[in-house]
T-cell receptor, first 111, second 115 residues
């Protein structure tokens, strides 16, 4: 059965800390992995990763995919209280329109 | 513009009511999705439309009835719901599979409460 597992489930840090969120996947016929940030409502898109070893960056956020070891990490440097959210990763299964979501990591950044 | 809009934002309905949720996107995406999300859980796929045709129905009860009137609009008709159907209902859209980008964009959701 296809599955995506995220760790840790929750995390509390202080402003300025650096955090690393993990996403491992076991899916047949994997094509891409997506990261989302979800605050009160809809997930907002962060990154799509398709190639191993190529880091994607957006400001203080960065992410990388390892297709050999079947995982991805999301790094957030110099965290701010506005980074408090649930971070979801999802594996896209080609040809199926299905996205397998992990259970998310709940990040809380304290001032 | 990467916006998916949903109406209403909140909906409270009784178990005998009939209501509809609406979703719209103008990104030219030809795949549209309905997800249900309970508190502290990831989104759970309900339906997928591809080129206005229903591609996936994840064994959703018939009290939920999707409709895709055109390539920009997606509706979810609700009838005789149960209190356990209370959740955040998310609409999303993406390019059809087979194109280079798999990015799926979500609308803000409709928070549904069934009394």
């Amino acid at each position: 059965e296809d599955k995506v597992v995220q760790s840790p489930l929750s995390l509390v840090v202080h402003e300025g800390d650096t955090v690393t969120l993990n996403c491992s996947y076991e899916v047949t016929n994997f094509r891409s992995l997506l990261w989302y940030k979800q605050e009160k409502k809809a997930p907002t898109f962060l990154f799509m990763l398709t190639s191993s070893g190529i880091e994607k960056k957006s400001g203080r956020l960065s992410s990388i995919l390892d297709k050999k070891e079947l995982f991805s990490i999301l790094n957030i440097t110099a965290t701010q209280t506005g980074d408090s959210a649930v971070y979801l990763c999802a594996a896209c299964l080609p040809g199926t329109y299905k996205y397998i979501f992990g259970t998310g990591t709940r990040l809380k950044v304290l001032a | 513009d990467t916006e998916v809009t949903q109406t209403p934002k909140h909906l409270v309905m009784g178990m005998t009511n009939k209501k509809s949720l609406k979703c719209e996107q103008h990104m030219g995406h030809r795949a549209m999705y309905w997800y249900k999300q309970k508190a502290k859980k990831p989104p759970e796929l309900m339906f997928v439309y591809s080129y206005e045709k229903l591609s996936i129905n994840e064994s959703v009860p018939s009290r939920f009835s999707p409709e895709c009137p055109n390539s920009s609009l997606l509706n979810l008709h609700l009838h005789a719901l149960q209190p356990e159907d209370s959740a955040l209902y998310l609409c999303a859209s993406s390019q059809p599979q087979g194109l280079p980008t798999d990015t799926q964009y979500f609308g803000p959701g409709t928070r549904l409460t069934v009394l």
